[in-house]
Nanobody, 127 residues
Framework: QVQLAESGGGLVQPGGSLTLSCAVS????????FGWFRQAPGKEPEGVGC????????YYAGFVKGRFTIARDNAKNMVYLQMSSLEPEDTAVYYC????????????????????WGQGTQVTVAS
């Protein structure tokens, strides 16, 4: 059974930092690419960034503007989203997702290629 479990969300002040974690089990981690997505209240889900399997290359949505970093630890089956300079507009539920079958991302990730999803973790940026 494949499971993706996000953690690390919470309340943070504007300008602050937060690191989300995604614990993955039940799949061949090394062969999967991963994406981070978010959904703000009343808005459609959007891709935040992605990390590939073959070379751990990363790509981000334009709104990230160098503030976020995605990393993976193949030894621990973990994926991370490090966020800094957070803004109120970053408030959303953040999800990690896994894509296999030769998935490669080259830009803002989209939902369609993702095979598995976590339940999400809430990030609130407010003073």
């Amino acid at each position: 059974q494949v499971q993706l479990a996000e953690s690390g969300g919470g309340l943070v002040q504007p300008g602050g930092s937060l690191t989300l974690s995604c614990a993955v089990s039940g799949l061949s981690f090394d062969y999967y690419g991963f994406g981070w997505f978010r959904q703000a209240p009343g808005k459609e889900p959007e891709g935040v960034g992605c990390i590939n399997s073959v070379d751990s290359s990363t790509y981000y949505a334009g709104f990230v503007k160098g503030r976020f970093t995605i990393a993976r630890d193949n030894a621990k089956n973990m994926v991370y989203l490090q966020m800094s300079s957070l803004e109120p507009e970053d408030t959303a539920v953040y999800y990690c997702a896994a894509a296999g079958s030769g998935y490669m991302c080259y830009g803002q990730p989209t939902k369609a290629p993702m095979d598995y999803w976590g339940q999400g973790t809430q990030v609130t940026v407010a003073s």
